[in-house]
Structures are given as structure tokens and as C-alpha cells.
């Protein structure tokens, strides 16, 4: 039977492939040490956990909650904006709850996209920046960026070779998978050229919280005059080891959170109302958790950094967010990130994930998660110098899974 036309226009899941042989191996007893996926393994800090016990036991919770977040946690996010950027929101027509910024991704793409309309889109990139519009119609323009000089002249010229003009252009700094971040500077000009070529910037901002060397990642909003054409995206997956929880955020530009909002009054009821009632108060604490969550990704950062070096893999370190953006050896890159990623499942009891998922320019690296803790990190780098070293000695022994077959 012909598969529909949404599902045609995706391509195969990629990570699926690792995930299936990355669960063959465990079944015969592998014990693979998993930093591909990034799932947040710390567990959601106690107050907010108390909280939700809390509010649960009130029966009158259970009933259906407000699609656009209640109005105490989309004033708790205002306030976070006010504090952690000096961005002034209007809780009522500037934010909206999302489940999780991925679902707000999405439900955005349904809301403003019609049939053919053109998004500009980094890649690499996380897949829904792409994908969430590819199902609502929308055609991509992948720019092979980075946040630095480059960047306008190579929007300028998808703007100049595409047709329609774009709708939109998507940003994520910190970036997943990257890891790139941008400067205020930036956002400056971005928003700049925004406005005098008429086009939406849609930001996903996930990773805010999660930066390492002292420099907090600005919000694009900080911009003057930013609002009137951005859109901002947050997650509390990572902030606060919330990702089960799924709640995040749309903020800005007040014509856009409305379209998303009424896409989403047709297709949720939001989050259940004891998970806003606690994401509210996480957002209203004194930010220790925040705090503590990025400490312990700042530690395995730099484990990772100097055992996975050691063991004879180079790594830059990342500035920020929870992944590293690791170039393959060179004695394997020409295998493609996909078949590097089989190999170290097989020989180093290692997962990662593909460069490749992220898009055709990411294929020469994989994404590191620092979702293990020290000495699994540690343990995986001796795996990793294991495997390297026999490679060393017999690299004809090394072969791709695909070529077995």
C-alpha cells in the first residue's frame, strides 16, 4: 500500500538504526554506555517534585487544564524573562505553554505555514527545525552556517534564490547539535535584516541555562524591536531535569503566539494542571537548581574533554548545552558518521549519534550527550582507546556493519 504523503516526505529515521543495534547488543548482554540520545539522566530536583505531590492531591486538578498554560505559570515565565534578560512580557498575549519546545516547534509550523512556503534553516540542526515544517507544507533551505560573518551573506543569498520569498529563518544558540553560540551582536544584525527583508525569526532557545564558561547566552528579544518580528522557544527538559514532564514555552511577537495558540486550543488541553502548578514555582525559585543542573554538565564536559583526548579522540570543547560536536577520526571519516556510529557500538560498547540525523552537512561528526555520569564518561573513553588502538594495529579488520551485509 502507498504510504501517505506526509510520511513520504520524511526521510528515514536515522537514529533509528543506531537505536536498533544499540538494543541488539544489550540483549546479548552488551553493557553499552549510551551518549547518544540526549535525555537528561539527573532527576528533577526535590522542591519541584514536592510541589506537584502537592497540588495532585487536589482533586479539582484533575479536571481539564488551559491549552495556553494557566495564567500563574505563563506570569512565571514572563518574570523569568524579565530577570534572566530584562525582556518585558506580557503574560496574556506574549507567552504561551508549550508541551515541551518541540511540540511548540511543530504546532508554530502548522500555524503559519502554507503549502510551498520557504523556511531558511541551519544545518546541521535539530531534526524538527526542518521536519516540523516539511509536514505542514513548507520547503526548506538548508544554509551550511555558523553565528559569525558568514552568516547574513549566506541568508542573503537563499533569500535571493528562493521562490516564494522565505517566510521565516530558524535559529538555535546554543545550538543542538553543534553546540555553537551566538553573541548579542549577532542577534542584532540577524534582527536587523529581518526586518527590512519582511521575515519571521523563529529562535529555539532550550539551552540557555546550560553554558559553561561564564557567559550567559543572550535571548534574540533583547534586541530592541525584536518582538515585532521574533518568536522564542524554551524548554524545562534540561534547565531543571524536567524532560518527562514536557513543558516549555513560545514567547514574542503577539500575531504569532496568537496563531499558535489557537492551533493549539484544536489539538491539547495542555499540560496536566499539577505539572504547570510546579513548573510555575521551578520558575519562580532562586535559580540554585538551575545552578547545580549546569555544575554537573560543566563536569562532565570536562571529563569527557580530557578522557575521550587521552584515549586519542580530539573533542572541542563545547561552550554550551549538554552535547559535544565531535569531528570522526580521520582514519574514519570517510565512512560517514552513520557507520562510525555502528562501529563504536560493536567494538567500544559506545553509542552516539550520527552527524548525518542532523542533516547532510553534519555527516563528518557525531553528537556526544553528556547524559552519563563520570566514570561511565571515563569508561567510555577506555572503550574508545581499546577500539582505536586495534584499529591502529589491524585496520582491515574494521569493517562497516552495512558492508556485511
Not at 540542526?125 to 559569525?148: C, K, N, W
Not at 544558540?173 to 553546540?179: E, G
Not at 557567559?215 to 522564542?232: K, W
Not at 581499546?386 to 574494521?398: D, E, G, I
Request: proline share 8%; with cysteine; hydrophobic share 40%.
Amino acid at each position: 500500500m502507498e504510504e501517505f504523503h506526509k510520511v513520504r516526505r520524511l526521510p528515514p529515521y536515522v537514529f533509528e538504526q543506531v537505536n536498533r543495534l544499540k538494543a541488539s547488543a544489550r540483549s546479548r548482554g552488551a553493557d553499552i554506555i549510551d551518549l547518544g540520545m540526549g535525555n537528561p539522566d539527573l532527576p528533577t530536583p526535590k522542591a519541584i517534585v514536592d510541589k506537584l505531590c502537592e497540588v495532585v492531591r487536589d482533586p479539582r486538578t484533575h479536571r481539564y487544564s488551559s491549552s495556553r498554560g494557566i495564567p500563574g505559570l505563563r506570569r512565571a515565565q514572563a518574570n523569568y524573562y524579565q530577570r534572566r534578560f530584562g525582556v518585558k512580557l506580557n503574560p496574556d498575549t506574549q507567552v504561551v505553554a508549550t508541551l515541551g519546545s518541540k511540540e511548540g516547534f511543530a504546532n508554530m509550523a502548522q500555524a503559519i505555514t502554507a503549502p510551498g512556503d520557504v523556511i531558511l534553516c541551519p544545518n546541521p540542526t535539530y531534526p524538527i527545525h526542518a521536519f516540523g515544517f516539511i509536514m505542514s507544507g513548507g520547503v526548506i533551505r538548508s544554509l551550511q552556517v555558523e553565528p559569525d560573518d558568514g552568516f547574513i551573506p549566506a541568508v542573503e543569498r537563499g533569500i535571493r534564490h528562493s521562490i516564494p520569498k522565505p517566510l521565516a529563518l530558524i535559529l538555535n544558540y546554543p545550538s543542538n547539535p553543534t553546540a555553537l553560540v551566538a553573541s548579542l551582536d549577532f542577534y542584532k544584525d540577524v534582527v536587523a535584516f529581518a526586518k527590512k527583508n519582511d521575515i519571521i525569526i523563529l529562535s529555539d532557545l532550550a539551552y540557555s541555562e546550560i553554558y559553561f564558561d561564564g557567559n550567559p547566552p543572550p535571548s534574540v528579544l533583547q534586541v530592541p524591536g525584536a518582538i515585532d518580528v521574533c518568536v522564542e522557544f524554551t524548554s524545562m527538559s534540561k534547565t531543571f531535569s524536567m524532560p518527562g514532564w514536557r513543558m516549555g514555552f513560545a514567547v514574542g511577537n503577539e500575531r504569532l503566539i496568537a496563531a499558535l495558540t489557537r492551533v493549539k486550543s484544536y489539538l491539547d488541553y495542555g499540560a496536566f494542571t499539577p505539572i504547570q502548578v510546579a513548573a510555575a514555582h521551578a520558575l519562580n525559585g532562586d535559580g540554585a537548581d538551575i545552578a547545580e543542573v549546569r555544575e554537573v554538565y560543566h563536569k562532565r564536559r570536562d571529563v569527557m574533554v580530557d578522557s575521550f583526548g587521552r584515549a586519542g579522540w580530539t573533542i572541542p570543547a563545547p561552550a554550551a548545552s549538554m552535547f559535544a560536536w565531535a569531528p570522526i577520526p580521520e582514519q574514519f571519516r570517510q565512512l560517514g558518521s552513520l557507520e562510525f556510529s555502528k562501529l563504536l557500538i560493536e567494538h567500544a560498547d559506545v553509542a552516539v549519534a550520527p552527524g548525518i540525523g542532523f542533516g547532510e552537512y553534519g555527516d563528518d561528526f557525531v553528537r556526544v550527550a553528556l547524559v552519563e555520569n563520570e566514570h561511565r564518561i571515563r569508561q567510555a573513553a577506555r572503550n574508545i582507546k581499546r577500539f582505536l588502538a586495534s584499529t591502529a594495529k589491524q585496520p582491515n579488520n574494521v569493517v562497516p556493519l552495512s558492508a556485511r551485509r
